[in-house]
């Protein structure tokens, strides 16, 4: 098997899981369908391991910008992924597949469901390893078209099916719209630099420098891109599809296209490198985004933290609040970008900091999520519907203390509390930022992270310090056991992966060393010119950065 | 001077060939189908073909939602034949019996089995049953 098919191996495993995911789905045998979502988990499984055996010298050989990075994205995707799949159980309802155990195979969503669900994670595994304008963005495609469908499958009972339908429609027409701004960047990317390979087209940014016409291109490109992650000029769309959508589906929604969009902006952006040298903090030289495009990055962070905080702090719905506040984080993520790779230690290396912070929202996100996916209540005689409100959590310790202990750690992890992982994500954000010289910029971020506080303790106080409303019948589980586990593995994973004993921050760190054609603008002696030994180096030095970052708390 | 003779025949023998066939093919079928099939006759029969559709009378009518599941089961057909063409022209130019060649052949042949799965799950929906 030659290079570039090695590290494309995940995703031909989870490609014939989807194949045989979606077969199974539609066996007549009750029996073997319920095995659909196990499959699912055993093809996941598999990619994330044939993801962490991902070989170097394939990535540095397809010459991407940050070769360690096509690993650590995937591996962090199948993670992620089976923590969702475990939370996704029952979204999908068995009984329209027919009644009394017959079996209507046109009925039946089980198989398209999951299948979809892998469909999207192959997508934001290849666009890990994308490295080619024509590929990325049918990696990108491949990420959203099925969480169009998916989004609608969501919604169980008639009256949430028609607003998951809303939502589905609305999600699909201004994804085609970023599609169609992204691919028109791309193309005019194309006509700049005269190739769709991203080596050719850095190399010609740098012989030729960054004209207008990359420019718009690229601003294009940002802009379309930004609504996968979320980020302001179209971020409207989150709270209404989060809302319409189940948590389940939300919590989805939230990790899974924001991860293929933070990569794609991440391997975009460092076609132009980070060349103009400013000196930053810290006594380390650091490199910069051509002016224009470092504009339009910031504003892009600054605004999308900015309103995704404060309209999180006006909802009352907490599928709506964490809407607004995965907009928020999507912003965090951006000021990572802008600070880029540094001298490549960890407390420098903002796309280090972006990765890690990937990992960090990805879990704790999750378990706020998992914790309203949990809860239902009654609406009307015998129509269970999810909780909406922060009210509904009112007293959540007394009635269910587990889930409130879960919704306490994220809570307060995504508030970037000290011992939690939130915090350890938001640190090198800020030290990074602060070391390339954006001060302004962590301005702006200290401040969010102020108002973010206001939000999510009102959440951790309804959850903890507040009694269940009298009169009102309190909220009942789902009776779905996984989705407490997958709560559980959140929450703990919240507080264990920021233990100093997990290598979560190593991994992200050697994912965030640029690869041989950042070398050039990398602007320490640390960057080796030779291409595999650049990446070989620095996992040598891994070692000793551990002790920076260890030092560093 | 260009002569019969001295033009070399035995180049247009594939030609030759094929037309033979589609001759042969055309008439043994219309041939078997006069022997061997049932000859019945009727007013239905007698029409125009138009597709399925009644060729007389207006064309905004309704039909049934079936014939798009066939024309998205025959897309599938056919987006695949799109990506044979590329690999059967690059295909003969790898050496024959070489280890690439069978690496080359493999890859086409999974390409191939993903039409099979996408058949297998129309088979399992019921796009097959026409009933």
Redesign the interface.
Known sequence: MDLSLEIIAPEIALFVGC?VV??TG??PSQRVRDLTAVLAGLALVAAGGLAANTPLEAAVEAGLPFPAMVGYVKVLVAGVGLILLLLMAGTIGTAREGADGSFN??RAER?EFYAFYLFSLTGVMLCASASDLIWLFLALELTSLPTYVMVVMSGRSAESRSRAQEAGVKYFFLGALSAATFLYGFALLYGASGSTRLPEIAAAFETHGVGSLATLGMTLTLIGVSFKIAAVPMHFYTADVYEGSSSTMAAFLAFVPKTAGMVSIIVLVSTMGWRGATSGFFGSETGQLPVAVDVVLWGMAALTMTVGNVLAWLQSSVKRMLAYSSIAHSGYMLVGVIAGPGDGAMVHNGIAAALFYLLCYGVMNVGAFAVLACLEREQGVGRRAEIESVDDLRGLRRTHPGLAIVMGICALSLLGLPPLLGFWGKFPLFTSAISAGRIPLVVVLGLNSAIAAFYYLRLVAAVWLEDPEKGVEAATTTPFPTRRVAAGISAAGVVLLAMPGVRAINASERAGAPGAWLAPFDLTPRANPDEAGAVEAHHADTDQDDARVTASR | MLTLAATDLSSYLPVMLIITMAITFAVANIVLTKLIGPSRDGEVKGESYESGMNPVGTARKRFNVRFYLIAMVFLVFDVEIIFLYPWATTFTNLEAGSHESLVWLLRILFFLLTTVVAYLYGFRKGVFRFD
């Open positions: 194949c979606m077969i539609l066996s195979p046109l198989g």
